[in-house]
């Protein structure tokens, strides 16, 4: 009979049967061998015991003995937990340790009760009890089936703990305690707000996080983290508070009635802006909070977006206040956020491809140089151009990252294609604003192209007007100086769609110019874009500044170019922008092959 319970049981726990329904049926097992027990499982937490199973008992004494204190007068089962020992009780009427519970069993009929305790190790988990309706202890062979049934027992419990504390690790931020990211995902998942009851998420990011870090060092930072953890947690309950990574924080905010979000946002700030103590150095936390009301005709996730693009708002123009998501709070604002989403994801599949598009001579169209153009493939395989997520590029994280996928990926090709002996000469890669402002811009080129074999005199570093004179702190005009003297060749692209003028190119320290496309369009005889696109020609060339045209798209226009003194040009009259095999064969095809001066055709360098 043992036998058969134990395999019985050991089959419900190897399924993951639900702890009590395993218990009970080890209860019930017991109690059709044995006439005239009640069997029960408690659970211990060290304090108090409360009730697993006890299927022949009634449900209202299972209640009135849950959470009954561990200790020495405890009844049987709080007694044996206490002392860590089984404990024989012949007699419930007359024993002092039933003084306070004698009335509940006595009512039942239960006269005596004989409790031994589970234990894991050295600590009591739980109690395993039989009840007689008459004054009497065990016999010979209940000692032997209950010692089988506390194995049991202490088996199944051990196991429940095992899930509960996996679950709680997954569903658990290590630094705070706080529910993590899985567990908020879950919790839209399956959300089921109470009828008549308003529901919304508010996101909060921490505005200073970076500089605590930076400042303090990582041990400041973590415990800034720590204390935003535990007042958003006072202010909006813990059981709704989430640490979502970083330094980003999610509230799931439930109302009574209709919902106050604004209301409940102003709560956190205030909770958040006394000083703190952070490692030792005195910090005061702030966050700015981004939030969005659920309604009837959105799912959770949809609401989740909306908050995020409440706080895309509210870090853009409120840092360190709350903006509540309405329907008109920005397209503009609303693509940014989708396209920064898009590129994201893509990323992280690894759908970020760089396209090449020649650089060619006027005069012979040979391709003396290619640029590299990021491109993003959908999910279905289409190839979407970098102008329909340019949005994103706005993200400075997002758009460092794309920068190093490029930079990887540039070099890789350009090692293949020396590798295959082509006529490559210089590839140009697009550089943003925030690839100067997080710093370390040389050493990460310098890096790149060293682990793929690829000298740096092959490479180009192309920046627009609006990036290269638009700061006002020349951040990024000292760092392309420090590129320059490096030996590396900076072009300064889209001339004459930003800030630059003719006289910019007597301060501005660029190698190549490249003339936009709106200028090349405008190159007929009666248009006054001729008179600039010579003007910058003569310039550039006393200069000794190359210059290419950007955006040729007939013959008509090269034509012209060429007769103005441009001798080298871009756009789809040569070539469309093409993937790294297709680049390849067009430079095997049109690359321009250097040959010695002084032969029939003299050799043409993008970048001399």
């Known amino acids: 009979m043992i036998l058969e319970l134990q395999n019985a049981i050991l089959e419900m726990i190897a399924k993951g049967q639900p702890l009590a329904t395993t218990l009970s049926a080890l209860c019930s097992k017991v109690e059709a061998a044995i006439p005239g027990i009640a069997a029960t499982v408690l659970k211990s937490d060290g304090v108090r015991l409360s009730t697993l199973a006890a299927p022949s008992l009634p449900t209202s004494y299972s209640a ?49 009760c004989w409790s031994s305790p589970i234990k894991s190790g050295d600590r009591v988990i739980g109690t395993f009890a039989f009840y007689y309706r008459e004054n009497r202890g065990p016999s010979e062979l209940e000692q032997t089936i209950v010692d089988a049934c506390v194995h049991l027992c202490s088996i199944a419990i051990e196991r429940e703990e095992r899930v509960a504390e996996r679950q709680r690790l997954t569903y658990t931020d290590g630094l705070t305690g706080l529910h993590n990211r899985a567990a908020f995902d879950l919790a839209l998942r399956t959300l089921t707000p109470p009828a008549n009851h308003g529901w919304g998420i508010i996101i909060a990011d921490v505005d200073n996080l970076k500089p605590v870090n930076d400042t303090f060092g990582h041990a400041a930072g973590d415990a800034l983290i720590r204390v935003l953890a535990e007042r958003i947690a006072t202010a909006a309950g813990r059981e709704r508070t989430y640490r979502l990574g970083g330094d980003e924080f999610a509230i ?92 994201s994801l893509a990323l992280s599949e690894n759908r970020i491809e760089a396209y090449y598009q020649p650089i060619v001579r006027l005069d012979t169209r040979e391709a003396v140089g290619l640029e590299a153009l990021c491109r993003m493939k959908t999910n279905s395989g289409d190839v979407v151009a970098a102008a329909h997520f340019h949005e994103a590029t706005k993200d400075a994280h997002v758009a460092s990252t794309l920068t190093e996928r490029m930079l990887a990926k540039v070099a890789k090709d350009m090692r293949t294609w020396l590798d295959d002996g082509l006529p490559l000469q210089h590839v140009g890669v697009n550089l943003s604003a925030a690839d100067f402002r997080k710093g370390g811009l040389r050493d990460k080129i310098c890096r790149v192209f060293e682990d793929a074999d690829v000298p740096l005199d092959h490479l180009i570093l192309e920046v627009t007007e609006s990036v290269y004179l638009g700061q006002r702190d020349h951040v990024v005009a ?131």
């Open 64 to 112: 009135a003995v849950d959470g009954v204190k561990i200790g020495p007068y405890a009844g049987s089962c709080g007694t044996a937990a206490f002392l860590g020992s089984p404990v024989v009780v012949t007699d419930i009427e007359t024993n002092p340790i039933w003084t306070d519970y004698a009335a509940l069993a006595l009512a039942l009929g239960l006269k005596a």
């Open 252 to 343: 799931i905010a439930v109302g009574e009635g209709e919902l106050d979000l604004q209301r409940k946002a102003i709560q956190i700030l205030r909770v958040l802006e006394p000083p703190t103590d952070c490692a030792g150095h005195v910090v005061f936390p702030a966050a700015t909070l981004g939030g969005a009301l659920a309604t009837d005709d959105i799912d959770p996730e949809q609401v989740r977006q909306n908050a995020d693009i409440a706080l895309y708002h509210a870090k853009e123009h409120a840092r360190g206040q709350f903006v509540e998501y309405h329907s008109g709070l920005g397209t503009a604002l609303t693509r940014r956020f989708r396209a920064v989403r898009d590129v």
């Open 478 to 608: 000292d760092e392309i100086k420090a590129l320059r003297l490096e030996g590396l060749k900076v072009a300064l692209d889209d001339f004459g769609t930003g800030y630059a003028s003719l006289t910019h190119l007597l301060t501005v320290p660029v190698d190549i110019i490249k003339i936009d496309k709106s200028f090349i369009d405008r190159t007929s005889i009666d248009d006054a874009g001729m008179v600039i696109v010579e003007g910058v020609l003569s310039i550039a060339g006393k200069l000794g500044i190359r210059v290419v045209a950007e955006g040729i798209e007939d013959e008509e226009q090269a034509r012209r170019l060429e007769a103005f003194g441009c001798r080298l040009g871009q756009g789809y009259l040569f070539a469309r922008a093409m993937d790294a095999l297709k680049a390849g064969q067009f430079l095997s095809a049109r690359g321009q092959r250097l040959v010695r001066r002084g032969s029939f055709s003299e050799p043409l360098r993008y970048s001399s």
